[in-house]
């Protein structure tokens, strides 16, 4: 039985789990294929992961640079990129590097941090300096959209310290894989550290288990707006989701749309 202690949950099996976790989670796709058309011709996806943004993005005809510091996660979205044509693939450049300190050498229209990636930097500072290095890569009056989720402290103090269990298929050979999500809140320092165990099973017996320990921040919207205007951004829209509808107090996203000032 193969057992991993990952790093992060974006190495090891947990790389590898990530497009079977967000299999039915597609209804941000439309939308950042919209605005990439939108505002493109030249975007930058923060944090693009395995490219389940990144390739639908590009096969629609965006030029789209995607950066992120997993190895594994690239490695995944180069192989998923084989199966698009020629042209598409030209549209697509893979950078592996740190958010919180980056130099593309290239100006971009539009930016973007999809799918709670904003929350992983946990620090203000490391915050600040993402959106100022973001800031110093785009054009004059280029876009910036985060789409984060909003805090749900009922949902928090609900779940706090208590483990959900969640199983999915693994369609490349249909074993049964049991993801286990422990949260505990601080709810001064506004982090939720995690603890994850995945245990895959064949025909029933445990094959493969990987354990990990995450760390991720929740911001409030008033907070992300301030920090936004703080890195000289000027908030243009905030959508409670995908279908561009106004956020109110029940929404359980944001997605704000900012522009350099
Ligand atoms: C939640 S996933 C989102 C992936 C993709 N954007 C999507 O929507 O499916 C977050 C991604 O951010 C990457 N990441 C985390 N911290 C990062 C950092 N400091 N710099 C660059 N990428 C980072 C992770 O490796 C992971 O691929």
């Not at 294929?33 to 930058?44: F, I, K, N, Q, T």
């Not at 640079?65 to 190895?71: K, Q, R, W």
């Not at 709670?116 to 600040?128: A, D, G």
Request: with cysteine.
């Amino acid at each position: 039985m193969k057992e991993e202690v990952c790093r992060s949950a974006f190495e090891g099996f947990f790389a590898e789990f990530y497009d079977i976790l967000h299999f039915s989670y597609k209804q941000d796709i439309p939308f950042f294929v919209e605005m990439a058309r939108r505002y493109g011709p030249l975007v930058l996806e923060l944090g693009c992961g395995t490219g389940r943004l990144l390739l639908p993005i590009a096969e629609s005809g965006t030029a789209i640079v995607g950066l992120d510091s997993s190895d594994q996660m690239l490695a995944i979205c180069r192989t998923k990129m084989n199966v698009y044509d020629e042209q598409t693939k030209a549209r697509i450049t893979l950078v592996h590097g740190d958010m919180v300190d980056f130099q593309l050498n290239q100006i971009f229209a539009l930016a973007f941090f999809a799918c709670n990636t904003f929350n992983l930097l946990i620090s203000q500072e490391h915050q600040v300096k993402a959106l100022c290095k973001v800031y110093d890569h785009l054009s004059a009056e280029g876009i910036l959209i985060i789409d984060n989720c909003t805090p749900n402290i009922q949902g928090f103090m609900e779940s706090n310290g208590k483990q959900a269990v969640y199983e999915f298929v693994n369609p490349a050979n249909g074993n049964k894989i049991i993801d286990k999500f422990t949260p505990h809140y601080d709810f001064i320092q506004q982090l939720e550290h995690a603890k994850i165990v995945l245990e895959e099973y064949s025909e029933g017996e445990l094959v493969r288990t990987a354990r990990t320990k995450t760390t991720s921040t929740f911001l409030f919207p008033r907070e992300l707006q301030l920090l936004l205007k703080y890195c000289r951004f000027e908030v243009l829209n905030i959508w409670k989701n995908h279908n561009q509808e106004s956020f109110d107090s029940d929404a359980g996203e944001i997605i704000i749309l900012a522009r350099k000032a």
